[in-house]
């Protein structure tokens, strides 16, 4: 059973670079065909998706936040992460990590962590 | 971008009820459409995928139908456990969305 932590600063000031890092665990990140994505939740909102990385490296971002946002693997640490620059009070949210339920491109969030809570404010 | 309106926001109910919750997609996602449970503190735990395909161990009161553009998650019986958020999402063409979630709540 695959599990997945996040972790990283719990607050970050405005106009700096917000940085996550989701530790798998009971698994390798490389084995399979699996896509790796970060969502973010605002206190009492919804969900929004932030992007997406598989295995070999290739990513999907959201539109929305693609020019600030970068999502990378180390498959060494079995880690992948999430930096997202310039940040600002609306970049505050709880942050998840999860791993595709299934193999493909078309696939929904099967595995989450359990979210880490970031705050922006100086 | 592909908007997600699910109804009601907001479902009152009772122990043992039948509960409908709707998803409608802007465009047409085909069966791509996956709907999750939050409860409150957790990370959201995914019951259906691909529009009526339950995962694995979710209990058999939870059903999934639709396809296009409109889509429905059913409980059959209502237990105290399932008073929570729940969420659908599509992920026919990016960036995937999210629905605005519907509380259920007891009456």
């Known amino acids: 059973q695959v599990q997945l932590q996040e972790s990283g600063p719990g607050l970050v000031k405005p106009s700096q670079t917000l940085s996550l890092t989701c530790t798998v665990s009971g698994g390798s990140i490389s084995s399979g065909s699996y896509y790796w994505s970060w969502i973010r939740q605002p206190a009492g909102k919804g969900l929004e998706w932030i992007g997406r990385i598989y295995t070999s490296g290739n990513t999907n971002y959201n539109p929305s936040l693609k020019s600030r946002v970068t999502i990378s693997v180390d498959t060494s640490k079995n880690q992948f992460s999430l930096k997202m620059s310039s940040v600002t009070a609306a970049d505050t949210a709880v942050y998840y990590c999860?791993?595709?339920?299934?193999?493909?491109?078309?696939?929904?969030?099967?595995?989450w962590g359990q979210g880490t809570l970031v705050t922006v404010s100086s | 971008d592909i908007q997600m309106t699910q109804s009601p926001s907001t479902l009152s109910a009772s122990v043992g009820d039948r509960v409908n919750i709707t998803c409608r997609a802007s465009q047409s996602i085909s069966s791509w459409l996956a709907w999750y449970q939050q409860k409150p503190g957790k990370a959201p735990k995914v019951l259906i995928y691909?529009?009526?395909s339950s995962k694995s161990g979710v209990p058999s009161r939870f059903s999934g139908s639709g396809s296009g553009t409109e889509f429905t998650l059913t409980i059959s019986s209502l237990q105290p456990d399932d008073f929570v958020t729940y969420y659908c999402?599509?992920?026919?063409?990016?960036?995937?969305?999210f629905g605005q979630g519907t509380t259920v709540e007891i009456k």
């Open positions: 999860a791993r595709a339920l299934y193999f493909g491109e078309l696939t929904p969030f099967g595995s």
């Open positions: 999402q599509q992920y026919n063409s990016y960036p995937w969305t």
């Open positions: 691909q529009a009526s």
